[in-house]
T-cell receptor
Framework: DGGITQSPKYLFRKEGQNVTLSCEQN?????MYWYRQDPGQGLRLIYY???????QKGDIAEGYSVSREKKESFPLTVTSAQKNPTAFYLC?????????????FGQGTRLTVV | GDSVTQMEGPVTLSEEAFLTINCTYT??????LFWYVQYPGEGLQLLLK?????DKGSNKGFEATYRKETTSFHLEKGSVQVSDSAVYFC????????????FGQGTRLTINP
């Protein structure tokens, strides 16, 4: 079955550590996105990628980094520079250039700093 | 830039009540419009969409009509159920440039039996 998979579902990080969240899709989509969701709030765009080996900052990129070495994969690293990383992280993908197509979401990773 | 404004929540209704969640947008060109639903601890699922003016999206008893003259895409359901309790997000995808998805802030809906 085609879909988008995030792992792990829950992640705990000690202060000062970097952690990497995985996002894999087998939908053959060009565009992939990372969003952050805080309790009671909407989704804020962290980074997005429209094609392999290319990505752009979203609205809240500070303290995060990404790579897009393969079409299927768009991992997000939360670095120690991110001062308030505890949140729910959502990855999404959609076909680029096809107007009107919706984005597909993973099930999310809940990151907690301990 | 493009933006979406949703009716603030939380919204609490009794079962079988009529539901409206307002959504208005600002965008250049001709964006596509979406409603997504999020159940606790899960990702977002597409509920319905409309890709051009006057289109009506519908699914599971929910409906929304793309109104370009009022830049709106209000979500409605005639008779809600307890299982409709979730967070609802209105979103748009522009038709030019990076075609990013832009979301509203979400509306939490609770249906009481």
């Amino acid at each position: 079955d085609g879909g988008i998979t995030q792992s792990p579902k829950y992640l705990f990080r000690k202060e000062g550590q970097n952690v990497t969240l995985s996002c894999e899709q087998n939908l053959n989509h060009d565009a992939m996105y990372w969003y952050r969701q805080d309790p009671g709030q909407g989704l804020r765009l962290i980074y997005y990628s429209q094609i392999v080996n290319d990505f752009q900052k979203g609205d809240i990129a500070e303290g995060y980094s990404v790579s897009r070495e393969k079409k299927e994969s768009f991992p997000l690293t939360v670095t120690s520079a991110q001062k308030n990383p505890t949140a729910f992280y959502l990855c999404a993908s959609n076909p680029q250039g096809l107007l009107g197509t919706e984005a597909f979401f993973g099930q999310g990773t809940r990151l907690t700093v301990v | 830039g493009d933006s979406v404004t949703q009716m603030e929540g939380p919204v609490t209704l009794s079962e079988e009540a009529f539901l409206t969640i307002n959504c208005t947008y600002t965008a250049t060109g001709y964006p596509s419009l979406f409603w997504y639903v999020q159940y606790p601890g899960e990702g977002l699922q597409l509920l319905l969409k409309a890709t051009k003016a006057d289109d009506k999206g519908s699914n599971k008893g929910f409906e929304a009509t793309y109104r370009k003259e009022t830049t709106s895409f209000h979500l409605e359901k005639g008779s809600v159920q307890v299982s409709d309790s979730a967070v609802y997000f209105c979103a748009l995808r522009g038709d030019r440039g990076a075609q990013k998805l832009v979301f509203g802030q979400g509306t939490r809906l609770t249906i009481n039996p």
